[in-house]
């Protein structure tokens, strides 16, 4: 009875079980197939990437599920409600190229990848700015080199998957693909000095070292500033840096550049051997002379290693530096022919190594010597008045010399009381005190000294000096109007007692007459005996009638010594 009992249960447990899974079976519902077009995506995150998904096995909520469950259930039907569209954009990482890198090669290689099919394009931000396709509905990555020009480079880059959704990313990198070339370098041979200079092709150089030295001293760099030391020529860049080398004074040294671009490549130029000279010339005097229309420049100097000395004159708008000397040792006499006037000359000494020296001297230039054209008096008498015609521009001094050997005088020339003539300069001295030689004989001459020294001297004259002035005896009664015993009322008449050794003439002028002169009355005098100093001068002159007549007397001696008598009023009636 009991085992009876016992398989009754478990018969019913079994019907049980059968029927709890036909209600969970009509609790999980029917199945059903999709068809899925490009984007649309099922709640457990599945997302359709082609045209068309068809046939997929999902449950009436849209869960994927075993697709036997529907194999009898027909063709797929299109999605409808619980479904989305993908509005989300790519995950676009950018593996190359790196931000700020710089690349050796022209060839830049973009390494890209994105989360989903995308369509990847990218554009020059340097150049027009287009966009340009490189990859149509990629999978999952791209992987290729583009060409880019040498220099800075901005590009952006973007992946759009097929419902249009993007996502970019920029990126900045340098190209370098050109090695550096070091064209040229200086000193090439001889001596160097310190300075040194260098021509290179390279648009992106990085640093630029300088190597110098020997073994025995040692050896030593210098970076130079890209900035500072170097420009741009053309399509070159020139660089000019100097070093001090007194450690290495009269010794041999080598010295050559290296280059090194951003892109870490490097050009070295030749090693180059040369004598060291680190001292500069020395100008101990600098002078000048003139000398017949020949400027002489005379440089005292030091300097074992001289390769030129040189002059540029300031004062010419057209001056350039030009030779002076070459192969002299201690003293350069360069000889210029230069315009007249105001100089102002800079001298230049360069020595092989390129060390300089320099000094300015001013003067002025006169190529025309001073011409002494005449003088007086040149024969007879001095009497202290003396006179000079010269030809110089730029007289500077004017010594009148005279006296005997024993006394010999100098008197210096005012030259602001010379005028000019229509071709000279003409000069009266006067005045000068002789009657220390009065009675002897004197020998003079002019000596004329132009702005830059250069002199000329007059002929030596002889002169007897007489600086004693005639004597007129009779003052008050020397004249007479008209002579009664003879009745001669239109005639004047003159007798002139004189004391003078070297008597000359008497002279008189009469201003009433239309134009007045003077006129010799006596040219001798009448004497007892030739030795005696004194005599008479006895002459008459008729003057115009119905005039009044205004008449000066004048003695004079050989000397020149002069002196006037009281003026003569006097009527002449019809």
């Not at 030391?229 to 004074?249: H, I, K």
């Not at 030779?323 to 006499?333: F, I, T, Y």
């Not at 004249?479 to 003159?494: C, L, P, R, T, V």
Request: charged share 25%; hydrophobic share 30%; proline share 3%.
């Amino acid at each position: 009875m009991i085992e009876k009992n016992t398989e009754k249960k478990r018969i019913v447990l079994v019907i049980g079980i059968l029927l709890m899974g036909i209600f969970a079976i009509s609790a999980v519902s029917a199945y059903k197939n999709l068809c899925l077009t490009y984007g649309q995506s099922l709640p457990n995150g599945y997302t359709c990437f082609h045209d068309q998904c068809i046939n997929i096995c999902v449950t009436d909520n849209n869960f994927p599920t075993n697709p036997g469950f529907c194999d009898d259930l027909g063709s797929c039907i299109f999605l409808e409600g619980g479904a989305e569209v993908d509005g989300e954009a790519p995950v676009l990482t950018v593996n190359s190229p790196l931000e700020g890198f710089i690349y050796n090669s022209r060839s830049v290689l973009f390494d890209l990848e994105f989360s989903e099919p995308s369509s990847i394009y990218y554009k020059d931000n340097n150049d027009d700015g287009s966009w340009k396709r490189i990859c149509s509905n990629c999978e999952d990555s791209y992987s290729k080199g583009i060409i880019f020009p040498d220099g800075e480079n901005n590009v952006s880059i973007r992946a759009t998957d097929r419902n249009g959704n993007s996502a970019e990313a920029t990126k900045t990198f340098s190209v370098d693909s050109q090695d550096p070339r070091i064209l040229r370098t200086s000193p090439k041979s001889g001596f160097a000095n310190g300075t040194f200079t260098v021509e290179f092709d390279e648009a992106n150089p990085k640093q630029l070292v300088l190597n110098y030295g020997n073994l025995g001293t040692g050896y030593q760099q210098k970076s130079l500033d890209l900035n500072l030391e170097c420009f741009e020529d053309g399509s070159t860049t020139a660089c000019s840096t100097n070093v001090n080398l007194a450690p290495y004074d009269n010794q041999d040294i080598e010295y050559w550049f290296e280059l090194t671009d951003i892109a870490d490549s490097m050009d070295s130029s030749s090693v180059i051997m040369l004598k060291v000279d680190n001292t500069n010339p020395v100008i101990h005097a600098l002078e000048y002379r003139n000398e017949k229309g020949i400027t002489h420049i005379i440089v005292n100097f030091t300097e074992i290693n001289l390769e030129v000395i040189t002059y540029i004159d300031l004062d010419d708008p057209r001056g350039r530096e030009g030779n002076l000397c070459k192969k002299v040792d201690s003293v350069c006499d360069g000889k210029l022919r230069l315009e007249d006037g105001d100089h102002e000359i800079v001298v230049k000494i360069y020595d092989l190594a390129g060390n300089m020296a320099e000094d300015t001297i001013s003067f002025f230039s006169d190529s025309k010597d001073p011409k002494i054209k005449k003088v007086e008096p040149k024969r007879g008498f001095a009497n202290g008045d003396f006179y000079i015609e010269f030809d110089e521009e730029n007289p500077v001094e004017l010594l009148l010399k005279y006296g005997t050997f024993s006394d010999m005088r100098t008197h210096n020339v005012f030259l602001g009381t010379c005028v000019l003539g229509k071709k000279n300069y003409e000069c009266d001295v006067l005045g000068i005190n002789l009657n220390d030689f009065d009675g002897e004989k004197i020998e003079y001459y002019f000596e004329l000294t132009d702005r830059v020294g250069n002199k000329d001297t007059s002929k030596t004259n002889d002169l007897e000096v007489d600086t004693t002035f005639p004597v007129l005896n009779n003052p008050g009664s020397f004249w007479m109007q008209g002579n009664a015993s003879e009745g001669d009322d239109k005639y004047i008449f003159f007798n002139f007692s004189i004391t003078e050794k070297n008597f000359d003439e008497v002279l008189y002028i009469d201003y009433s007459d239309s134009m007045p002169r003077w006129k010799r009355l006596c040219s001798n005098l009448d004497k007892e005996n030739k030795e005696d100093i004194a005599g008479i001068c006895e002459r008459k002159k008729s003057f115009k009638k119905e005039e009044y007549h205004s008449v000066d007397i004048q003695i004079v001696d050989e000397a020149g010594n002069a002196i006037s008598t009281e003026r003569l009023e006097f009527f002449v009636e019809a």
